[in-house]
Structure formats: C-alpha cells, structure tokens
C-alpha cells in the first residue's frame, strides 16, 4: 500500500534502488542534492542538475519537462552522503516564457517507487504560491537505515535562494549554470511534424516533442552507453530494435508511443476527485431495500473506502434520528395544541363530545409517531445489514477485539489513517453500534476518567473497580496505538508513582513493548516528565531552526506516549505544570499523553487543572453517554474497547510487537 504523506511525515524504504517520478503541470527542473548529517553540501559536485546529470547512485533529467523520472542507488551513495533532496524549479523563473511561480501551476506530485513502478510514498506539494523553487522531499539515513520525509519547502527567490539556505557558498553560480543548462535544453527540444494518416490527410494534430540529444535515444555515434529504461517502450515503437530511452516512452516525456494525441496525466497522479468506487452488489429486487457492499464510498485505497464508509453510517444514523425525534416533537406539539384548543371550549370541556375530541388528537398523535418510528426502523435495518459487511471487512487499526483480523496480525509497514477508540450508539437504535474512529496522528491526549458515572443500565461500580476497569481501557487503548504503528515508529511510556497499576499493565511490561518499566515514585515521576520535557524543547528548536536533522546521535524518532495512572497521587505542582506543558506542546512534535485519573480527586489543584482536562478527549470505562456531536448535538452513548474475556490476543499481538522492534534494532 502507497504512504500518502503530509508534509513533514516520514516513511521507511525498505528498497535501495528507487525511482523518483515527478509530474506537474508545466515543464519543471529537477535536481538533487546530497548532503552530510548536518545538511551541508560541500559544493557543486554534490549536486545533480540538468547541466551534471549524473552522480554516484543518482541520475537525473538533462531538460526540464512536465514528467521525470530520477534514478536512485542508495547503495552506491558514499559514506558522507546522509540526505538526498529533490529539488524542483521553474526554468521561467529567470526570464522564461512560462509561469514564473508554483501557485500559478497545478501542484506537482512526487512518488517513490520500485524499479517494477510499485509506489511506496507519495507527496503532493500543496500550499506554494509566490516560490520558483522547492525541496520536494528528501531521502536521509536513519540509524542505518534510509526514510524519506515529505517536505514541501519553498523559496520565492529560485534555486540561489535555496542554495544558498543549504549552505552553498556557490549558491548563485550554480543556479546560474543549471538555468544556462535548461535553457540550451529547452532551444534544442523542438516539435515533430504531424503524423501522417493512412490516406496521407495531413489536417492539424496534436504533436509531441522531439527527443532532444540530452534526453531519450542517444545520438548516432555518441560514445559511451545509455541509460537503462525504467519502463519505456522501444525508441523503434511498435516492438522494433533500436536504443533505449533513459526517462520517458517511445518519443519523449509526454508522447504516446503510437504517436496519437498526447496524454499529459500522470499514470499514478491523484485527481481533484478520487476514483468511482468498486462495482456494487447487484440490483436489489423490487420492493427490497439494497445489499449493501463494504468498501462502496469514496476513496484511493480500501482503507480510506472503509473509513469514509463508516462515517457514513454515522452521518446517517445521526441523520434518520434527529428526523424520528423532530417527527415525534411535532406530533406532541400539534396533540397539545388540539388538546389546548378542546379545552378552551366550554362546550367540549365535559360530555363525550370533549372525549371524542381528546381521543382524535391522541390517535392522531400515534399515527404520526408510528409513522416516524417505522422510517426509523427501516433506516436502522438498512445500518444494521450494512454494518454487518462492514465490520468482517475493517483492517485491524478500525476492527473490534473480537475482529478475526487480529488472528492474522502482522505488524504494518505504513501509518493507517484512523484508529478505533471504540463504540458509539443512540437510544432509539439500540441494535446498531458505529466505530468511533479517531484520525492518526494524534492531535490530542486521551483522558480516561476513573470517577464513578450515572451508569445507564443501573448498576453499580465502586470506585475501586473503576480504577482498574479504567487502567484495563487504557492498556487497550495503547496496545492498539503499538499495534498499529510500523515497528520502532511507536514508543508507551508509564508512570505509576504507587504500583496500583500493575496487574492491568501486565500485558505491556510482560511482553516488553514499554520503553522501560513502569516509574513509580517521586523519583521515577520527576525523571520521565523531566526527558520527556526535554525531548519537546529540542525538537521544537531543531524545527524552529529549519534543522530537523540537528538533533543528539541515537535520538528516537517515533512518536510517544505517557500513559499516567492514579493522578494526583504522587504528582506536586511542578510534575502538574509538566503534564500541562506535555499537552499544550506535545502533540505537535509527536508527544502525547493518556491520562486515568478522577475529576472530582483532582478538585483540590482548583482551576489550574481546568486547562488540562478541556485539552484532553474524555473516554470512560464504562458506557456512557457523555459524547455529543456538533452537527445536531445528539448526545452520543460511548462503548469502550472490550477484549473478550479469557482471550489471548491483546498478548499473542503485542508478542509480535516486541519481537519486531527487537528486530527492527538490531
């Protein structure tokens, strides 16, 4: 499956030969350049620009063009490489006919893919307006290791700008030769005649342009061998011998090999609308409401099928119930106002005539709400139907712990987009339950409250069972993040200043996934609220300063996560200014936090912890119905993850957890 990336969002590669296709919707130059751990290119034979194609591991375009390929050898890359950069410029930018800015350009897309064309990352670059020159992306070394990292950043000032930002002393020089390089390209890349038809018409048709001598099949004599085709067809056409192109098709960058109209899409580029969806079940019969398909909404992958599906079902359930309530509002209004009208007439106050009247507005008052009630019924059925293809269908990041899917875990090379917090359900459908999907990353801690609540099925929970039952929905809750995540790209962190937590952390201090054991007293409190701190600032500096990289050698890179338990209880005002801190400031720089704790205990910090508690989603241990949507303010009863009862898959997963971190640090 293709990582789409965000800006910023990082994907491994587990290939050491890639290529790197670039579409735009105008001719662009592409260059690379390498650069040491700190980020510095150590001059201009660092970089590889249209005028210097070639350098060891790396090949790129000779012209600017609309289409490109690049070639990548990670292996043959020197030790003093550490970053590759994509750069991207408009050869207008310095006097040229074309446009002169990116935000006037459809947004260029870049992909990483295998020798076979497989993609493995993709990046649209969005978000550019006055800037001539962009650092696509970047391809860098990881504990020996190679990821690439979706950037995005622009420079309005072109490539000496952009240069110049990395440390170049010949910044100007160079983009000077590159826009000199370009420019000889673009003179020598003139237009072929039209194609001739079979009845020799020679009327006006779209044409492609010629192979120029830097770019497709070397010129006669030209010494020295051509570069292998990643994909091309035969420069002869048609299946005929001949030499081979280095980055295009049959006639150049944007021909068709049968020399028809040309076609400037990008075989893999996203559209402004996603794809039509999968053929759907077969027409229902007459009169029957239709079967419902898993995977039938919009979407570019199965898993984007699915997730958009299920908020589907959640739009419509809030949807068919705030009509079956506004439907039974109006039939009370109306029973009350015939009732008010019946009873303002003296005539109809007593004798039958009154009952009659009384007996009409009920009746009426039925009919209308039975009515309601059966819509309702027949909307909840059709979700009920669909929820059970749904459900067998959902990857285990959006599945239930009773889900088979678990059974076939294997631990994910990619990021999915959500993750199941669990459930959510309303009062007039007790038969259905939509998962509560939550968008990865995080964009802010959980708390799980701990504090008894009004139970809605009338039973009781001490206090004590709450706890435990709380600090159980928690290690679910983290088991399903570590599960979820590519090895070594997930961290869990806990402090537990009194041990009470220990038997419902079994699972993750057993099966080694934790970081390191639990921190319990002052001691250990004061220790992981004190790095992890620490790790917030430094990433902070390292992104203000523009130097991502420039962080301490053997920093983890991977998300985190502080699961605290039993709060306030051995926590003083500086441990609650920390956590305060942790999530105002974490979350941006991958750092969040779960807290178990109880409201009402934490009463005596006062207002201070107000902050905290707004900043945090509330989940509880126990249904309830606390959640409330923005769309029609259904109040929403939460169902909280439950791993069935003497199962082993929270252990069997979280094994194969660990023994893929182990390898993935060896």
Not at 47 to 64: D, F, I, K, N, W
């Amino acid at each position: 499956m293709t990582a789409e990336l965000v800006r910023g969002q990082n994907h491994p590669l587990s290939q050491s030969r890639l290529e790197i296709r670039i579409s735009a919707g105008t001719p662009v130059a592409a260059a690379a350049a390498l650069s040491d751990e700190n980020g510095r290119i150590h001059g201009t034979e660092w970089v590889a620009h249209p005028g210097a194609p070639v350098q060891p591991g790396l090949e790129v375009s000779r012209q600017a063009a609309a289409d490109h390929r690049l070639a990548v050898d990670l292996d043959a890359m020197t030790e003093a490489v550490h970053r590759v950069s994509v750069l991207l410029a408009l050869p207008a930018a310095n006097g040229g006919a074309g446009p002169a800015r990116f935000g006037a350009v459809a947004a260029p897309f870049v992909a990483v893919t295998g020798l076979d064309g497989t993609e493995v990352a993709s990046y649209t670059i969005t978000g550019l307006d006055l800037e001539s020159a962009v650092v696509a992306l970047e391809l860098y070394r990881r504990q020996g290791a190679w990821k690439v990292r979706a950037v995005g950043q622009g420079y309005a000032g072109g490539l000496a700008e952009l240069f110049a930002d990395q440390g170049l002393s010949e910044a100007a020089q160079l983009a000077a030769g590159i826009d000199e390089a370009v420019a000889r390209g673009l003179a020598r890349s003139v237009q072929a005649p039209p194609p001739r038809t079979s009845e020799g018409d020679r009327s006006r048709q779209a044409t492609a342009p010629a192979v120029g001598p830097d770019q497709g099949a070397a010129p006669q004599g030209a010494p020295g061998p051509v570069p292998p085709a990643y994909g091309g067809q035969p420069a002869g056409g048609q299946g005929q011998g001949g030499p081979q192109p280095a980055y295009g098709g049959a006639t150049g960058p944007h021909a068709s090999a049968g020399g028809g109209p040309v076609d400037y899409s990008h075989p893999r580029r996203q559209t402004s609308a996603p794809p039509p969806p999968p053929p759907a079940a077969p027409p229902a019969q007459p009169g029957q409401p239709t079967r419902p398909v898993a995977g039938d909404a919009t979407g570019w992958s199965m898993e984007e099928r699915l997730y958009n599906q299920v908020w589907g079902m959640f739009e419509d359930l809030a949807r068919t119930a705030a009509a079956y309530r506004s439907a039974v509002d109006f039939a009370e209004s109306r029973m009350d106002k015939e009732l008010e009208q019946a009873l303002s007439d003296p005539r109809s106050r007593i004798g039958g005539q009154g009952d009659a009247v009384r007996e009409a507005a009920r009746a009426r008052y039925r009919q209308l709400v039975d009515q309601a009630r059966a819509s309702l019924d027949r909307d909840v059925a059709q979700l009920v139907a669909e929820s059970e293809v749904v459900e067998p269908a959902l990857p285990p990041a959006f599945a239930r712990w009773d889900n088979p899917c678990w059974h076939a875990y294997r631990v994910p090379m990619e990021i999915p987009m959500a993750l199941r917090l669990g459930d959510l359900r309303l009062p007039e459908a007790e038969s259905i339950r939509i998962p509560m999907l939550l968008r990865l990353p995080l964009e802010r801690g959980l708390w799980i409250d701990s504090g008894r609540t009004d139970s809605l099925d009338g039973s009781f929970t001490d206090s004590h069972d709450m706890r435990r039952l709380a600090m159980d929905t928690a290690v679910a809750h983290a088991a399903r993040l570590l599960a979820v995540y590519p090895a070594g790209e997930f961290t869990v962190h806990v402090v537990d200043p009194a041990g009470s937590g220990a038997q419902a952390l079994a699972p993750l201090t057993q099966t080694g996934v934790l970081v390191g054991p639990p921190a319990q007293g002052a001691a250990g409190v004061t220790e992981v609220l004190a790095r992890l701190t620490q790790r917030v600032d430094l990433v902070q500096m390292a992104l203000r300063g523009g130097a991502p990289d420039a962080l301490p050698p053997g920093f983890d890179t991977s998300q985190q996560l502080l699961i605290v338990n039993d709060f306030p209880h051995g926590f003083d005002d500086r441990a609650v200014n920390q956590l305060r801190y942790l999530v105002d400031e974490g979350p941006s720089v991958g750092v969040h936090l779960m807290m178990v704790a109880d409201r009402e205990e934490s009463a005596g910090y006062g207002p201070l912890l107000d902050p905290l508690w707004r900043a945090l989603l509330r989940l509880t241990p126990v249904p309830d119905d606390h959640l409330a949507d923005p769309w029609v303010g259904h109040a929403w009863t939460y169902e909280p993850p439950a791993v069935p009862h003497g199962s082993e898959v929270l252990r069997t997963v979280l094994t194969q957890v660990a023994e893929a971190r182990r390898t993935w640090n060896r």
